[in-house]
């Protein structure tokens, strides 16, 4: 058939780039290293800032813990969403390559005007530059987040046996080194700030990602290298307007729909099998008596049924999607109310005078993660590998589903340890006294973030993998890009939550989360309705995930 797509080409000059000549030169783990180091830099600069962000909002800028806790989730919402302008501009345009250059230096840039900002202006005249500056680094997030995992991922060839193989482990080893950073961010950057100044502290994150992006442009010749295919937003238009153009078709003849030809190269290397959901997009894919005549092929009128499956792929995820929103919003107080809780109790070690900075309490999920990830790849996934007879153990939507689960715990814990704040606040007869020695120890804290932190290695790690597995592939950064915003999108109804509580709670006298006083906010009364919300959110979950199809390429179905 003369009718065939510049997809088809792109992709068998892909896999040509792959060939058994550039194999022991490009790609594999020593290209992916090097990416590493710029995801490590980056991550590092990240929680370096938001770790104590909440604190710089309410000690120096003197914002009230509400909408210092809004700002934030604001802040953090914003960096979530960018990264889906990102992922288009790299998978139409620009190429990830070049994009994660772009958000480097960029990211480093902000960095740059955050602690200048801190260090010239009055906090009084500060509000303006330095949120201008926290948003710079939101445009580099937008870069950085949906190439560099997805980028880092390419270096292994799903065309090669040995590559795949390594490639279901890397999820969880790249998520092993985000947090290793995660962890010498927040530790080193929060010491700094509290023992030395604002200044030095924001800093030092500029200085770490100049040097890690450094380290990545040196490897820049071992890396492979994605082609570009055109805009991946149009291609799904596509399907979209060709199936309501020939909304008054009948599917009773699928041997009239369009399919690639062999002489394509596409059957050899991604075609995706034809699957029996969302049947109204496959009228895209039938040729009529126009399309026969036609001199030309028109895309907005026929597509393949390759390209009909790639859109129903997006469909597929977009349930899964909504169902973690929830997840999300629980994830946010991570940033916020956990850190104001740690701030308010005691952190002094044994003995001595030395005070532990209350945002160091966010290394504990990072270490719960990397206690947790070798266990989980050495036992409990040979475990599950024998038990169920399935190649991964368990699935992806498994895995994130005891994610969810494991929040929902999350929740229940932090309602019960701040049950038990106030009632030692209201013993001592400290509820009014913001300054006196509280006598409970911060450690009480730590099992809700350990419980957060294995809810975090479930469900995130699932979702990274489900979004760069089950999208078509010439979306990938879109894919990394779309589980980002689910955080993203928490971070915001975290915030409208916020105000919602409030509103409602003072229309019946006793308002949840007000002023600046935490032994009168109800911090507990908003925990339990969190974990209500996430039990709502599994229930979810569930169901919308046991109609989950996964991807199938054509060659596994016809083998």
Not at 389 to 396: D, E, F, R, V
Not at 485 to 494: N, R
Request: charged share 15%.
């Amino acid at each position: 058939m003369a009718m065939e797509t510049s997809m088809a080409v792109n992709q068998c000059d892909r896999m040509d780039a792959n060939t058994s000549s550039n194999r022991p030169t490009k790609g594999g783990w020593k290209a992916a290293i090097f990416i590493m180091f710029v995801e490590f830099g980056e991550r590092f600069a990240y929680y370096g800032i938001t770790g104590n962000l909440i604190n710089y909002l309410t000690i120096v800028l003197k914002e009230p813990f509400a909408r210092a806790a809004q700002n934030v989730n604001i802040w953090h919402g914003v960096s979530a969403i960018f990264p889906l302008v990102g992922g288009f501009l790299a998978d139409s345009y620009f190429g990830r390559f070049n994009m994660i250059i772009f958000a480097s230096i960029t990211y480093f840039l902000g960095l740059l005007m955050l602690a200048i900002s801190v260090v010239t202006i009055h906090p009084k005249h500060q509000v303006l530059p330095f949120f201008i500056a926290l948003h710079v680094i939101n445009i580099g997030e937008g870069g950085h987040r949906p190439c560099i995992q997805t980028f880092a991922a390419d270096q292994f060839d799903d065309g090669i046996p040995e590559e795949k193989a390594v490639k279901k482990s890397f999820f969880n080893w790249w998520y092993l080194g985000i947090v290793f950073g995660a962890i010498s961010g927040t530790l080193a950057v929060s010491s700094v700030q509290f023992n030395i100044n604002w200044g030095w502290g924001f800093a030092i994150p500029a200085m770490v990602v100049a040097a890690a992006f450094i380290v990545f442009l040196a490897g820049k010749n071992t890396y492979r290298r994605e082609v570009k295919v055109g805009s991946p937003i149009t291609k799904v238009a596509h399907v979209i307007v060709a199936a309501v153009k020939k909304r008054n078709l009948s599917l009773e003849n699928e041997f009239n729909m369009y399919v690639q030809g062999e002489e394509s190269g596409v059957a050899k290397t991604r075609v995706l099998a034809h699957t029996n959901q969302f049947r109204f997009l496959d009228k895209a894919a039938l040729i009529d008596d126009r399309d026969k005549s036609a001199a030309k092929h028109d895309e907005w009128r026929l597509c393949t049924v390759n390209e009909v499956e790639q859109v129903k792929l997006l469909m597929r995820l977009l349930p899964i999607w909504i169902s973690c929103i929830i997840f999300s919003i629980v994830i946010a107080q991570l940033g916020t109310f956990y850190t104001l809780q740690a701030e308010k109790l005691n952190r002094t070690i044994g003995s001595t005078k030395f005070k532990i900075p209350a945002a160091s309490f966010q290394v504990i999920p990072g270490l719960t993660i990397l206690t947790v990830i070798p266990f989980y790849e050495r036992v409990i996934i040979p475990t599950a590998k024998h038990l169920t007879k399935q190649p991964s153990g368990i699935t992806m939507l498994q895995r994130i589903g005891f994610g969810i689960f494991f929040s929902i715990l999350t929740m229940i814990v932090a309602a019960l340890v701040e049950s038990k704040r106030i009632g030692v606040a209201k013993h001592q007869g400290l509820m009014d006294d913001q300054e006196s020695f509280f006598p409970m120890s911060a450690w009480w804290l730590v099992p809700q973030y350990v419980l957060i932190g294995v809810a975090d290695m479930l469900t995130i790690v699932g979702l990274q993998e489900l979004f760069y597995d089950q999208v078509p592939d010439e979306m990938r950064s879109l894919g990394a890009a779309a589980y980002l915003s689910i955080l993203g999108v928490g971070s915001f109804m975290s915030s409208a939550l916020i105000s919602v509580v409030r509103m409602v709670t003072t229309r019946r006298g006793d308002e949840w989360l007000k002023g600046a006083n935490l032994n009168k906010m109800h911090l507990d009364y908003f925990y339990w309705l969190l974990a209500c919300l996430s039990g709502f959110g599994l229930v979810m979950f569930v169901v919308l995930a046991k109609g989950f199809v996964y991807k199938k390429l054509q060659r596994d179905a016809e083998a």
